[in-house]
């Protein structure tokens, strides 16, 4: 066996996903109505999301079978690489051992995917016709565009105005796949026009281009609303990432002593490590990292309460720690990292101390994306790039341990930002103190 790149047959795609819900040692606190601020159920959710994709978001059930349609899809890139950096390890001068699970290589460029065909499958299933979504970055609407385009689905796509113009080619990408895609604040919506006339200049975030698009599905018949992280069922569907990093590590004797990944709304850096997490129980000395930006710090700076995961308040509310939900952080180049809130998993975990939290500023992530570039050659995304950052520090305590990282997507379409940083033109936003206790003001008060 190769123990440099590990490559799994087409036959050990997961035929399950994993449920950490059913090996939580404190359950979840549940998701409220933004509207009553009782416990939600399932009936609450149907204008918003297929059945089958409601239950599993409450499933207690530990194994959640992949349907076959979807398996045979996933056989386009998956499973994906498993890859030690061998040049980083010998750049860094580091007795650790550095691997990176490639989900970059899926045809949208990045672990999206994995959901998103999960996602639309399920709404195909339940004979909706049109999906609409937010996207910062660009990379989770291009993946919806690519699995709508699959299963004849129409997609509409609210991306947040300070990516929309930063990154054009990922608009592209979409617009190539069929889907509308519009600037977000836009017209299109009561939210987004509130929004508008507050502040015309507005560059937009995730919370308000989830209201628009909540809103947008709400309001029609034939369309329902699909979201890129932070639910249950979403880091369920990417815990494909951390199975077969699991199986690919096992064929190669290693075990893991830290896991890393960067974290917007959670599912990356959920999906590559809940299969962990039996391990974790076991043994608490493995140690698992989540980074975020030092712009949008809500792990590491926000508060763990019960809030709305949009700025209209259309969305359930759910316990995460959050920066508030009026929060709107500078428009850095890691797009997906722009937001205010956590998945509920992860910020569970993190208030029960089973996992730890890191953020960087950008030039620090956008250094140690570059020397992963020079070293491994391949151009990470700004977001991965954060994963990455915290890789080599810890490669740097030289201590011979076995680290592993999601590399959660490429950046060929972020050159511009990687410009601005060879540059010197990449401005630092250190921890917003006064915005975000601003925006913790206006946390909805809860039982
Ligand atoms: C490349 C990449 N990595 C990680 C993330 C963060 O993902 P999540 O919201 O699932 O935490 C994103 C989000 O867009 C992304 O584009």
Redo the contacts with the bound molecule.
């Keep these: 066996m190769d123990k440099e790149r590990v490559n799994l047959p087409l036959t050990d795609i997961p035929a399950s996903w994993y449920n950490v819900l059913a090996d939580l040692p404190k359950p979840l606190p549940p998701p409220l109505h933004p509207g009553t601020g009782k416990p939600l159920t399932p009936p609450d959710l149907a204008p918003l999301f297929p059945m089958a994709l409601i239950e599993q978001e409450v499933s207690p059930e530990r194994w959640i079978p992949i349907p076959p349609e979807i398996r045979e899809l996933y056989k386009i890139w998956r499973p994906s690489p498993l890859v030690r950096a061998t040049r980083l390890e010998r750049a860094l001068k580091t007795s650790c051992r550095i691997y990176f699970k490639n ?2 290589v899926s045809p949208a ?4 995917l994995n959901t998103a065909l999960a996602q639309a499958y399920y709404n195909k299933l339940a004979g909706v016709r049109r999906l609409t979504t937010e ?6 609407g291009s993946a919806l565009a690519f699995a709508c385009q699959v299963f004849g689905l129409e997609c509409t796509i609210y991306m947040v105005k300070s990516s929309y113009h930063q990154k054009p080619y990922r608009r592209s990408l979409m617009h190539v796949w069929g889907a509308k895609v519009h600037p977000s604040p836009s017209r299109h919506t009561k939210s987004g026009q509130g929004i508008l006339a507050a502040d015309p200049e507005s560059p937009g975030s995730l919370g308000i281009a989830i209201s628009e698009a909540v809103e947008d599905a709400a309001t029609h018949d034939d369309a329902k609303y699909s979201l ?3 639910l249950n069922h ?2 369920l569907h ?1 815990t494909v990432i951390g199975l077969e990093t699991k199986r690919q590590l096992e064929l190669i004797g290693e075990k893991p002593d830290v896991l890393i ?11 590559f490590s809940l299969p962990f997490f039996p391990e974790k129980l076991a043994n608490p000395k493995l140690r698992i990292i989540a980074v975020e930006p030092s712009a949008c710090p809500s792990l590491t700076k926000g508060q763990y309460a019960y809030d709305y995961g949009d700025t209209a308040k259309l969305a359930p509310l759910v316990k995460m720690y959050t920066l508030g939900h009026t929060f709107v952080p500078e428009g850095i180049h ?4 722009r ?1 205010h809130g ?2 509920p998993i ?1 910020a569970h975990l993190m208030h029960l101390k089973l996992i730890e939290a890191k953020a960087y500023t950008q030039n620090a992530v956008f250094e140690g994306a570059l020397q992963f570039a020079r070293t491994e050659g391949f151009i ?5 790039s ?2 990455i950052r915290a890789a080599i520090d810890e490669a740097r305590k030289d201590d011979g341990k076995c680290i592993v990282f ?1 590399y ?4 060929h379409f972020d050159m511009a930002a990687y410009d601005d940083h060879l540059a010197g033109k990449l401005e630092d936003y250190e921890h917003p103190e006064a915005k975000i206790k601003e925006a913790l003001r206006h946390l909805p008060k809860v039982g």
Excluded: D, I
């Design positions: 989900e970059s460029g990045s672990h999206k996207t910062g970055a660009g990379q989770w890129g992280s932070v979403v880091l990417q990944g960067c974290v917007g709304g959670g599912s990356n850096f959920g999906g890691a797009g997906g990292l937001y956590t998945a992860v990470p995304a700004p977001e991965t954060h994963a999601n959660s997507g490429h950046g």
